[in-house]
C-alpha cells in the first residue's frame, strides 16, 4: 500500500508530466496600469497592438485598470516604454505560469472527484466540452417534456454545436425567446461555466425560476468555440480565437471580430497570427455561421440576446464599432 507521502509524490510528478506538454507561460508577468491622461491612454492603444503583449482589458476610460500579460523577453521594453511615459504600473503576478499550473492541477483533482462519486455536472471545476455535452444529454433525457436538443453545426474540427432549449412544457408554439450563448472566445473559462449554471437553474432548480420561463423560452449555446475551448485545455492556455488553419504559421480567427457588420472596423486586427484577428473574410468561420443561423432562425421570437465573455466587471450592449447609443 502507498503511504500518503508517496502517493502525493506519484501525483506530483505525474501533473509535471503532463504539464510538459502544454504551453509554458512560466515567468511570464500581469501588470495593472492606470493611464492618466489622453496622451498615456493614446500609449497603451499603440502596445496593444503590438501581439507580444496579452491586453486582457483595455478600458477606455482614464483610471480604469489595464490588464497585460508579458513574456519575461519583453518585459524590460515594456517598462521602460511605461517609465519614459511616466506611465503607473504595479505588477500583480510575478509569475503567471505557476499560477496556470495551479489552477489546472486543481481542475483535475475536482474533475477526478466527481468523476468518482458519478455526479452531474459540477462547478467545483471549470468542465470540457466532452463533459458539457454529456450534460446536454443527461437533462434531455431526465427533462423530455421542457428541454430540447439541436445541433445547430459543426466547428472547423468536427465537434457538434449544439444548443438546449428550455421551456416550462406548457406547450405554447412560438414563445418569445432569450438567446444566451459563452465561450466564442476560447480562453474565457467562465464564460461557459456561467452559462451552464443559467441551465441548471433553469432546469434543475426549476420550481425556484419557474417565473422566468414563464413567457419565454430560453436558447442556450454553451461553448460557441468548442475546438478553441479544448485546446486552452490541452495545450495554450491563453488561446483566444478558433483552430482553422490561415497560414502555414497561424490559425484560428476571433470569432467576436467575424461577423458581417461593420466587419473590420475597430478594434479588430488584419494579421492573421493577432489574438483579434478578424478573419478572411465575414463569416470566414463555421462557428460563426452556424451563430448568424441560429440568430436567424429566431428572427421575429428572440427578444433578448446575451453572450457571456471575460474578462473585466462589464455590461457592454450593442454596437462594438461606436461609443453611441443604439437609437433604440
Request: some cysteine; proline content about 4%.
Amino acid at each position: 500500500m502507498f503511504s500518503k507521502e508517496l502517493t502525493i509524490l506519484v501525483a506530483i510528478c505525474c501533473c509535471s508530466v503532463v504539464l510538459a506538454e502544454y504551453t509554458s507561460y512560466e515567468g511570464h508577468k500581469v501588470y495593472d496600469i492606470k493611464a492618466e491622461n489622453p496622451s498615456q491612454q493614446q500609449l497603451l492603444q499603440q502596445l496593444a497592438n503590438n501581439k507580444a503583449y496579452d491586453f486582457f482589458t483595455l478600458p477606455r476610460v482614464l483610471g480604469l485598470s489595464t490588464r497585460v500579460l508579458v513574456a519575461p523577453a519583453v518585459q524590460a521594453e515594456f517598462e521602460a516604454t511605461l517609465n519614459s511615459s511616466q506611465v503607473t504600473y504595479e505588477i500583480i503576478n510575478e509569475n503567471f505560469g505557476e499560477t496556470v499550473n495551479t489552477e489546472r492541477a486543481e481542475n483535475n483533482f475536482y474533475r477526478s472527484l466527481r468523476a468518482k462519486a458519478q455526479r452531474s455536472i459540477s462547478f467545483s471545476a471549470y468542465q470540457r466540452f466532452a463533459q458539457i455535452d454529456a450534460y446536454l444529454d443527461e437533462l434531455a433525457t431526465a427533462y423530455p417534456m421542457r428541454v430540447t436538443l439541436q445541433t445547430i453545426g459543426k466547428t472547423y474540427e468536427e465537434r457538434n454545436m449544439r444548443t438546449i432549449t428550455i421551456s416550462n412544457g406548457d406547450g405554447k408554439p412560438n414563445k418569445k425567446v432569450i438567446l444566451l450563448d459563452a465561450g466564442i472566445h476560447a480562453r474565457e473559462w467562465i464564460a461557459p461555466a456561467g452559462a451552464l449554471y443559467v441551465i441548471q437553474q433553469l432546469v434543475e432548480n426549476f420550481a425556484a425560476n419557474a417565473h422566468l420561463l414563464e413567457n419565454y423560452d430560453w436558447v442556450i449555446l454553451p461553448v460557441v468555440n468548442p475546438d478553441g475551448y479544448e485546446y486552452s485545455h490541452t495545450r495554450t492556455r491563453m488561446w483566444r480565437k478558433t483552430r482553422k488553419p490561415v497560414t502555414t504559421h497561424c490559425a484560428g480567427t476571433d470569432g467576436n471580430r467575424n461577423f458581417d457588420f461593420h466587419w473590420g472596423e475597430i478594434g479588430a486586427s488584419s494579421s492573421s497570427c493577432a489574438d483579434v484577428f478578424m478573419g478572411v473574410t465575414a463569416f470566414s468561420e463555421p462557428e460563426t455561421k452556424a451563430l448568424r443561423d441560429l440568430m436567424l432562425s429566431l428572427s421575429g421570437r428572440a427578444k433578448f440576446y446575451l453572450t457571456l465573455h471575460s474578462y473585466g466587471n462589464y455590461l457592454l450592449y450593442p454596437w462594438g464599432y461606436t461609443d453611441q447609443l443604439p437609437s433604440n
